[in-house]
Structures are given as structure tokens and as C-alpha cells.
């Protein structure tokens, strides 16, 4: 069975981020050499019904249709991640030990898992996750999944609309990145970012 460092539960705006981030330092630093990512989406993000006016570096009037296939190609230049159209029914287990089951029957294992799952539905089997109503939408019966920090336990983390943050595309972003941050800080003990300047390309 394939495993994967980090196994990312949903591909919208925070599945994509944090998968971006953890995969731009593949070639520079020892620690993330060999790393391996796997994201697998439904693909049902609340971004296909969006027009884009108030995303930074997005053009304005950009359908969030275009976006997530911008940023889904954004993937393809890193070898570290593998996107997967599925959908996962069942996962369980803890830090470095986690398995996930999808619908068509493919299973895999991970250190850690993310769920950036939005905040329509948690009805993956398995997790032991607390699941409360979304406090930050007007629309009724949206949940969130109980965290602090981004972080559920040890190995377990949330971002995006899952994690209860306000529906704004650029906030998504901003929590997917940072649970990858965290992450990274977990492998070195110290903080980590890839930042690539003019002068090297
Ligand atoms: C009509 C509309 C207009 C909007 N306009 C704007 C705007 O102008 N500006 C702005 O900043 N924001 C806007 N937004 C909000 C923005 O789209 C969201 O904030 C953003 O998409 C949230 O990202 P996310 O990754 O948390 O969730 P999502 O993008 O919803 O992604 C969640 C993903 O997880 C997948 N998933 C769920 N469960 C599973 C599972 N079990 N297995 C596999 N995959 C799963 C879903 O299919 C989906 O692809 C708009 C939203 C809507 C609905």
C-alpha cells in the first residue's frame, strides 16, 4: 500500500495551498527530499460557483472554476505531490500511522493527515473528530471540526472552511499554508519556508 508523508483530504483552495507549500521545498532542503504528498478531492469546491473580484494576483472577474485549474496545474511542476479524484469514506489511526479508504476502494497510509474537507459535510468513518456547527456563515447548517490552532491532535490537522474560518478564498489559502508551515517545524524543530528570489531563476 502507498504511503504518503502527508495525505491532504480535499482539493479546494486550503487542500491546494498546504499541498503547495509542503511540495516548493522538494529540492531544498535535505529533510524534504523523497517527501512524498497525496491529495485526493471530490472535486466540489464552493470555488466553482465563484466570480473572483477580491482574491490578490487573481484577474478580476476570474471564475473560481479557472483557479482551481490554475492552481491544480500549479501542482504538476513538483514531483513530491499526486492529486487524486476520489473520495475518502474511511480513515483512522494516529501520528505516523494513519489509513485511508476511498469510495472506489483504493486504500493508503500516511504520517499525517489534513483535512481541508469545506464546511458542507464531515461524514468520513473513522476519525473521532468533533464536528460543530460553522459559526462564521450565514447559511444554516454548515460545520466546522473542533481544533485548536489548525490542529486536531498529534499528526491530525484542519484548514480552510473545516476549520471554521470565514469564507474568503484568501483566508483558505492562508490556513493551508500555515498548517504546512507547521508541519515543517514538527520535521526540523525550527521554522521553515521556501522562498525562491529573481536573482536564481
Ligand atoms: C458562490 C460563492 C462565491 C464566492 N465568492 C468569493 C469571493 O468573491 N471571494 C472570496 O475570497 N471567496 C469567495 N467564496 C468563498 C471561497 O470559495 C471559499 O472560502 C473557499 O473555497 C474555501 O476553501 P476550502 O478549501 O476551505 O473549501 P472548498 O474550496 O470548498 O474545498 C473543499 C474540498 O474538499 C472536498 N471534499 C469534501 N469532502 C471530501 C471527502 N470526503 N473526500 C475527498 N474530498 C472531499 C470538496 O469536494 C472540495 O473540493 C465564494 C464562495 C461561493 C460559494
Known sequence: MAKYDVLIIGGGVAGI???LTLSSVENKFPW???RKYLIIDENNSDLLQAKLYN?????QG????????DMRKQLDMFKSIEILDDIVVRAEGSLNNFSVTTKSGKSFLAD???LATGMHKFDIEGLNVEVLPHD?????????????????REGLYVAGLAAGSKTMFAIAAGDGAKVACDIFE??????????DSVSKN
Open 17 to 19: 495551498t498546504c499541498a
Open 32 to 34: 524534504a527530499k523523497d
Open 55 to 59: 482574491v490578490p494576483g487573481v484577474r
Open 62 to 69: 476570474a471564475l473560481g472554476e479557472e483557479v482551481i485549474r
Open 112 to 114: 499525517r493527515l489534513v
Open 136 to 152: 462564521k456563515v450565514m447559511k444554516p447548517k454548515k460545520i466546522k471540526i473542533k481544533n485548536k490552532d489548525l490542529k486536531v
Open 186 to 195: 514538527e520535521w526540523t524543530g525550527k521554522f521553515a519556508v521556501a522562498h
